[in-house]
């Protein structure tokens, strides 16, 4: 009987494969694709206000598996730490959903969420935060049920706030174990200064200062309707989640200590650009860069984007890449990245890893290939392969519901206008060579350029012996010695 079974279901893969190469030309070139309609999802499609005016964007998925996943978004975040208290924003973030609440402790509510096979998570970034539920489409209304309670009347049971405050204390400690983390304390202090908020404050003292008290109150502030946002994702029928919807998040109303989170503010630094070195015993060095950028709703925006995405975020194909990767073998990657810049205009950003003794060098490589997009127009060629490909690619950051329904409220809480990205690939289209060359010439001004390299001062500053040049005359800007900080209080080491 088995070999009957197994004879017949060789007949069958052997006819399938004989009729399915049948239909396989003979070259690749061949092959024959049906076009891609791809329509931009628009956001009032999705939207309903709730009851309480709070904003929800629901993205139905009705022949998905059975899972629903609902997202309650917060403005709010790191840039309302009271000052001695930074990290607090941090610590909220992390237990609201761990630290148990007023009906459940923590242990209850794990142990429920576990047997319904279900995932709620938390945190909370520089401005906004969120808290996450992952449940199966018939648990949906217990599960959103522990969501409310963590959102409305979390407990921030003791034991749990002192492991997370013990951890972040251990993270502290280690600050200077890696360039990589050592960099992300030194940059943003020569982009923004030493007590903005998007600088890294944080300290052994303000963990030690925060209390379970200041944990309740934060949130009591936060709490309010016009602070929140709601993307709802999975197997659902949309008026019934609607109505559900409506009789939880929908119901939330402000207490008397909450308000609307204020705005983010903006940095007043006056940064000073330079080649900022920074002195670790390590064997590998991280450089990294900066130009000021521009907003995401700057008209010159898309020139912008096209431009570093040939430069350097446009992954193998980018220049640097080609450059610094592939051609000479000096790291595994280097990228840039320009910022959207929702509160403040963002920045154009540059990094990668490499030897010590490699770091003027690649500095050379790098800014050699920037002067070139100033220099020489795109090709024709070029341009076209750069645009198709960021046109090709955009429907991909559509993949899937959540990721709908998450770019909808994240838009609302950055403030950009509503449906935005509906004209993006005829305005990548549009763009020119001389636009691209424009904003070459108009973004990578190297005396504004702020250069970091943290690495072994001694081999970094001399250069590679085969590529003759100094990391000072790399980039012909003021060189600056950068202290390590020390890592508990980040006060500058002698």
Known sequence: ??????????????????????????????????????????????????????????????????????????????????????????????????????????????????????????????TSGSLYLQVQEKDLAEGLDLLVQALTQPAFAQDRLDLAKKSARQAL????????????????????????????????????????DDLLAFHAGLLHPANLAVSVSGRFERKAMVDLLNRTVGAVAAGKAARPSPKVPQPDFARKPGLYVCDKDAPQAMLQWAFP??????????????????????????RLMKKIRSDEGLTYGVRTMLGEGPYWRGDLVGNLQTKNRSVAYALRL????????????????????????LVEAFPA??????AVAGRFADEQ????????????????????????????KKLLDTEKMVVLAVGKASEMEPGDPDHAGSLPDAAKLPLSKLPLRDPLTLKPLP
């Open 293 to 318: 950028g521009m907003r995401r709703s700057d008209p010159d925006w898309y020139p912008a984007m096209v431009m570093n995405h040939v430069l350097g975020g446009g992954g193998f194909t980018a």
């Open 1 to 126: 009987m088995n070999r009957l079974v197994k004879n017949a279901a060789l007949g069958v893969v052997l006819s399938a494969s004989c009729a399915f190469g049948q239909a396989i030309p003979d070259r690749p070139e061949k092959l024959a694709y049906p076009p891609l309609t791809f329509q931009v999802p628009k956001a009032k499609d999705a939207k309903v206000l709730l009851k309480n005016k709070v904003p929800a964007w629901l993205v139905a998925d009705p022949k998905g598996v059975p899972l629903v996943r609902v997202t309650v978004w917060w403005r709010g975040g790191a840039y309302m730490d009271p000052a001695g208290k930074e990290g607090l924003a941090s610590l909220f973030g992390s237990q609201l959903a761990v630290g148990g609440t007023q009906k459940k402790d923590a242990a209850a509510v794990e142990d429920r969420l576990e047997a319904l096979a279900a995932t709620l998570s938390s945190s909370c970034g520089p």
């Open 413 to 440: 809480l950055a403030g950009w206008p509503e449906d935005w990205w509906v004209d993006y690939r005829e305005k990548v289209k549009a763009v020119t060579a001389a636009d691209v060359q424009r904003m070459a």
């Open 397 to 402: 950051q559509w993949g899937s519901r959540q």
């Open 173 to 212: 400690e280690r600050r200077n174990d890696a360039v990589t983390s050592i960099t992300q304390i030194q940059f943003p202090v020569l982009l923004f200064g030493e007590t903005f908020f998007a600088t890294e404050r944080t300290t052994a003292a303000s963990l030690d200062a925060i209390t379970r």
């Open 366 to 389: 790098a800014l050699a290939e920037m002067q070139r997009l100033k220099d020489e127009p795109l090709t024709e060629a070029e341009l076209t392969s750069v645009k198709d490909g």
